[in-house]
């Protein structure tokens, strides 16, 4: 096996391996995660787009392969795609920039 | 339109069906085909009876399509002989199969094809010609809408994506424009239009290493997309899974994918898929005459189970229905997720 690198794509396929750890904590985990992405008051398509695009803001690459297949599988093109990444992109960088208020307030502060 | 040499004509070490066998049966599965089966309770797979004589009457293709299983295209040169066209059409008029399911290749450019539909629907059976679309606009095949119109052949057409460059992608630059094109002129013939009783159906492969979505809501999709942008109206969509043989698995070795996408198929298996597989109620012929489970064991060579009649001339309908189903990894295929047919998903 190799440690020397962080990420490998194949330890994507060995998730269940965290529930040895607490093996009642994951099944809960399990049935909460199947639930929520299951067809409710959203579509298992939009389900997978929002996941999607959580998952570039939380940046973690086997969720971004997970949800890139899962989308393709639930119809979304790379249209829709790309665009839910945008969002996703838009909201992050908004955040920043919104605290550009908290700046200008201690401007306001300092300055004359 | 943008064609590629085939396997076969490249000399390609997937080219045969022995081989594409060696190549599958070295990728790593969790369990095998049979003992998913055993889980499921459906081991040995039996049929339950014949409803669907499908024929593949040719490899011969004007098309050479990524993805296709059958490595089809303009320089295959098998074509089904007079003789195996007679005994198909004597197999059909001594027994009660419901169905005539013609395909290939782009099955009109056998010649006899117009006199295999004459004499099926003569017969009083349903016939459906598996259409690549793009042939209809061919010099010499600007017939075949009209005829198939006129003889009440149902039509099931190849359209991967509502898109262009999805299309292309998959079925060679040029083929989407085609395909439209040839779809408005099945609709001005009166196919896929309410109340004609002229059945247009499409079909959608995935455009890759994943599986088709769910078939219902893609249904929607489509008939919002082809309308809002072309214009074009059809009866239904059939999602269908991409095999791991032939060009497809040559494709996904080129990727470096055929190890998660078979561990991805066996991870979908689903024991209600698995029930309804299309062999079970079909019996699938090969150009020469010989006998296949479906269109998939045939292009991988893999003839009937022991003792079976295996050519059509032998055809004993009381054996072959309750024949049991060869199988192998490849059948993950048509058992992921919603399943997959030529008829569509089947859970």
Redesign the interface.
């Known amino acids: 096996m190799d440690h020397s690198h962080y990420y490998h794509a194949a330890d994507l396929a060995r998730f269940a391996e965290v529930g040895k750890g607490a093996p009642e904590l994951w099944e809960k985990f399990r049935a909460w995660y199947d639930a929520v992405f299951a067809e409710g008051a959203l579509t298992a398509r939009e389900k997978a787009l929002v996941a999607l695009a959580v998952s570039h803001t939380v940046q973690c690459p086997y969720c971004i392969d997970a949800y890139t297949t899962a989308c393709l599988e639930q119809g979304s093109n790379e249209e829709q795609m790309t665009e839910a990444v945008h969002v996703a992109a838009a909201i992050r960088g908004g955040s920043s920039l919104v605290h550009a208020v908290q700046m200008r307030n201690h401007l306001e502060r300092l300055g004359m | 339109m943008r064609v590629l040499p085939t396997l076969q004509k490249q000399r390609h070490p997937l080219a045969g069906g022995a081989a594409q066998r060696r190549r599958l049966a070295e990728l790593p599965l969790a369990r095998s085909f049979e003992e998913a089966l055993e889980g499921a309770g459906l081991f040995p797979l039996v049929a339950k009876g014949i409803e669907v004589l499908q024929v593949n009457v040719g490899r011969k293709c004007n098309q050479t399509c990524r993805h296709c299983h059958v490595d089809a295209g303009p320089d295959r040169t098998e074509m089904m002989p007079p003789d195996v066209v007679e005994a198909c059409l004597h197999v059909l008029a001594a027994t009660a199969i419901p169905t005539l399911d013609i395909t290939g290749g782009a099955p009109e450019l056998h010649p006899e094809f117009r006199y295999l539909v004459e004499r099926a629907t003569t017969l009083g059976r349903r016939v459906i010609d598996r259409c690549n679309l793009t042939v209809t606009r061919l010099l010499n095949y600007r017939w075949i809408p009209r005829f198939l119109a006129e003889h009440r052949v149902e039509v099931t057409a190849s359209l991967p ?1 509502y ?1 262009g460059h ?1 299309t292309d992608a998959q079925r060679g630059e040029g083929v989407f424009d085609e395909s439209i094109a040839a779809l408005r002129e099945l609709n001005a013939l009166g196919y896929g239009r309410p109340g004609s009783g002229l059945v247009l159906n499409l079909v959608t492969n ?1 455009v ?1 290493a ?5 078939q219902r ?2 249904e929607r ?1 489509w008939k919002r997309e082809l309308e809002r942008r072309h214009g074009i109206v059809f009866d239904r969509l059939f999602t269908i899974t991409n095999m791991p043989i032939s060009r497809f698995l040559e494709h996904l070795d080129e990727k470096g994918q055929a190890e998660a996408y078979l ?2 198929l066996q991870q979908a298996f689903n024991p209600a898929a698995a029930s309804g597989v299309m062999c079970r109620t079909t019996i699938s012929v090969a150009w020469d005459g010989t006998l296949h489970d479906c269109d998939f064991n045939q292009m991988l060579e893999l003839p009937l189970g022991e003792g079976l009649p295996r050519n059509i001339r032998e055809f004993d309908p009381a054996r072959l229905g309750r024949r049991s189903i060869v199988l192998g990894p490849h059948c993950f295929g048509c058992t992921a ?1 919603a399943g997959s047919s030529c008829g569509g998903a089947v859970a």
């Open positions: 994506y898109q999805q995935p890759g994943f599986l088709p979505p769910d809501a893609a999709d561990a991805r997720g």
